[in-house]
Each structure stands twice: as structure tokens, then as C-alpha cells.
């Protein structure tokens, strides 16, 4: 599967962004995908997580309550909906799918999109 994953931009704290990672073929709908995000000079970040039917859902305690992540099937699209932006969410954010194992760890993901940035000023 190829993902390609967009919607990044220039925000000011407390300012929402919506991004998308599309993937192409047919089996998109028994994936299991994953966000995360890489800041300079950092390691990658677990962000969220949702298995192939919406029903379980993840999310890193840095982005809990703020950030929202959904999928619509019929589009091959993953979203990650992010509110109250906060300047350390500044990062690269990379969609993934999930091979199985442990749902924060990046080892257990595969076909990573090219990363959109995020970046949030104060």
C-alpha cells in the first residue's frame, strides 16, 4: 500500500488542522492505521491509532482530548483531526499502516507516507 498524507501547515497556538493520508488499492478497509510525528532532532512519536473498523482507537497521552482520529472507508482515508495546537506538536506527521504488536511502537508499522509538517507558533 502506498500512503500519501496531507493537510499540514502554518498555525497559531490554539488553532485546528485537519490531516488526511489517503492510501491507494483495495484492501484499505482491513487496515489498521496509525499517526505520528517527528520533531527535529527527536525520535518518531506515537500520536493515534484506529483498527480497520473505526472501533478501537488510541491516542498518546500528549494529544488526548485534543486530537480526534477517523476514517472513512470508502474514501481510503485516515484523518487526524487536531485542535488547541499547542508549538510543541510542531513536528513532521506521517501516517502508517499497522502490522500488529504493540500500537505505539513505529517497529510494528509499515508503508509510511511521506510526512506532512505541522508547525504551531506561540
Known amino acids: 500500500v502506498q500512503l500519501q498524507a496531507s493537510g499540514g501547515g502554518s498555525v497559531q497556538a490554539g488553532d485546528s488542522l485537519t490531516l488526511s493520508c489517503v492510501a491507494s488499492g483495495r484492501a484499505f478497509s482491513s487496515y489498521d492505521m496509525g499517526w505520528f510525528r517527528q520533531a527535529p532532532q527527536k525520535e518518531r512519536e506515537f500520536v493515534a491509532a484506529?483498527?480497520?473498523?473505526?472501533?478501537?482507537?488510541y491516542y498518546s497521552d500528549s494529544v488526548k482530548g485534543r486530537f480526534t482520529i477517523s476514517r472513512d472507508n470508502d474514501k481510503n482515508t485516515v484523518y487526524l483531526q487536531m485542535n488547541s495546537l499547542k508549538p510543541e506538536d510542531t513536528a513532521v506527521y506521517y501516517c502508517?499502516?499497522?502490522?500488529?504488536?504493540?500500537?505505539?511502537?513505529?517497529?510494528?508499522?509499515?508503508?509510511w507516507g511521506q510526512g506532512t509538517l505541522v508547525t504551531v507558533s506561540s
Open positions: 484506529i483498527n480497520w473498523s473505526g472501533g478501537s482507537i
Open positions: 502508517a499502516r499497522f502490522m500488529g504488536g504493540r500500537w505505539y511502537s513505529p517497529s510494528e508499522y509499515r508503508s
